[in-house]
């Protein structure tokens, strides 16, 4: 698809002065999808949703020594109400960074990373540069896990599978348009949805019920995101 939208918009879309940003963005944009994979396959879908839901949070702290963005005193107290929703969720015990609950977390500080580098770089670089040096990130990422022992998968994987490549890919075109016609402070908010429709999903399919600890401390995520968006949009 990369390749199709760069001979349609001309190769020249190719040329960047900043390859080295594209390249941190892309890669940080895939390790951000692995690691939220990886995150789905050990955590129920709302746990998982709800902590990588921070990365508004992370990237507020990543902006001051990349960017040289100063943080007030209000988004100071937003972001530690954030992680009080990271800990709740994580529940306070022995086993408070247990390995598998870390995963959504590195989720989200490579988003924040892919944020950052996007800030950078939509100055000066056009969104198909963007997404083909994404494109090649994944490829090669993809390589790198195929399995030894891959097997074909049969028509209903392979369905879903193929969906889940369209479902991704519709959900990235619509927050772009959003993107280009309404301001973030109204977007971000919708975006949060995606905890209640996650919940709802893993109800309706995994029947996995999100406990109240999860809820809580995803409300004090969202919250806190939101109110640091809205302030330093």
């Given at each position: 698809i990369a390749l199709l939208l760069i001979m349609y918009f001309g190769w020249e879309k190719l040329i960047s002065t900043k390859v080295i940003v594209h390249l941190i963005r892309a890669f940080s944009a895939v390790l951000c999808i692995v690691f939220f994979f990886f995150g789905l396959k050990y955590l129920m879908f709302a746990e998982n949703?709800?902590?990588?839901?921070?990365?508004?949070?992370?990237?507020?702290?990543?902006?001051f020594p990349i960017l040289g963005e100063r943080i007030s005193l209000n988004n100071l107290l937003a972001i530690f109400f954030g992680f009080i929703g990271i800990i709740v969720i994580l529940k306070p015990s022995?086993?408070?960074?247990?390995?598998?609950?870390?995963?959504?977390i590195a989720s989200a500080f490579f988003m924040a990373i892919s944020y950052i580098c996007t800030r950078y770089l939509m100055d000066t670089e056009s969104s198909v540069t963007i997404i083909f040096y994404y494109s090649l990130a994944l490829l090669f990422t993809s390589i790198f896990f195929l399995p030894n022992n891959f097997i074909i998968p049969n028509l209903t994987d392979a369905t879903t599978l193929f969906s889940l490549g369209v479902f991704g890919t519709l959900g990235h075109y619509f927050l772009s348009q959003s993107a280009k016609l309404a301001e973030v402070k109204i977007i971000t908010p919708f975006e949060y949805t995606g905890f209640i429709f996650v919940a709802i999903i893993g109800y309706l399919f995994f029947n996995e019920i999100p406990s109240l600890r999860v809820?809580?401390?995803a409300m004090f995520i969202i919250l806190?995101?939101?109110?640091?968006?809205?302030?330093t949009r």
């Open positions: 949703q709800a902590l990588l839901h921070t990365a508004p949070i992370i990237a507020t702290l990543l902006a022995h086993d408070l960074f247990n390995f598998y609950s870390l995963l959504p809820i809580i401390g806190s995101g939101s109110y640091i968006i809205y302030k």
